[in-house]
């Protein structure tokens, strides 16, 4: 089982600018989980209510597709988006401790078994409420982050419009 460590902590975007002393409050919150490969961690449309941190493993972010089959009505399958592992210091599920009665914009399972660190919203609540500072950085780097996934999301919306274009142009 991995430790989570305050330098683990210091390498996730989100916690950037944090000083040690309160990266410790944030370790303190933080519950680890070990989520078995195939295990799905996050299910698309589910209410969420924490954020997890993945500290050791493989998981694929995928949203699922609505498609018309020819003679077969319609067909609802999952695209893979991204793959994300421990050594990317990566976070997902951060918007559900935004807002409470959101539902998960993706699914998240498990290629291989992992290791989480996760943080209720309730709990991450009453960190920032008694320590305003942390939440300031945290809001900012999660801010950061869906800024910089919503640039990506827009490229790739222009890049399709500009195949879909292109194509009914033949």
Do not use: N
């Amino acid at each position: 089982m991995t430790t989570i460590t305050i330098d683990f902590l210091r390498r996730i975007p989100i916690f950037t600018g944090i000083p040690d002393e309160k990266l410790e409050k944030v370790r303190r919150t933080l519950v680890q989980r070990h989520a078995e490969k195939g295990t799905v961690i996050v299910k698309e449309g589910e209410l969420g209510s924490e954020m997890f941190i993945l500290l050791q493993g493989e998981v694929v972010i995928s949203r699922s597709l609505l498609l018309k089959i020819q003679g077969h009505g319609m067909d609802q399958r999952d695209k893979s988006l991204t793959r994300l592992t421990g050594k990317d210091h990566a976070f997902f599920g951060e918007m559900a401790l935004a807002e409470e009665h959101l539902e998960r914009t993706a699914s998240v399972s498990a290629q291989t078994d992992c290791e989480l660190a996760v943080v209720s919203r309730e709990a991450f609540f009453k960190l920032v409420e008694t320590d305003k500072e942390i939440g300031y950085f945290v809001w900012k780097g999660i801010a950061r982050s869906l800024s910089t996934r919503l640039e990506k999301t827009t490229e790739d919306v222009l890049k399709l419009a500009t195949a879909l274009s292109l194509a009914l142009e033949r």
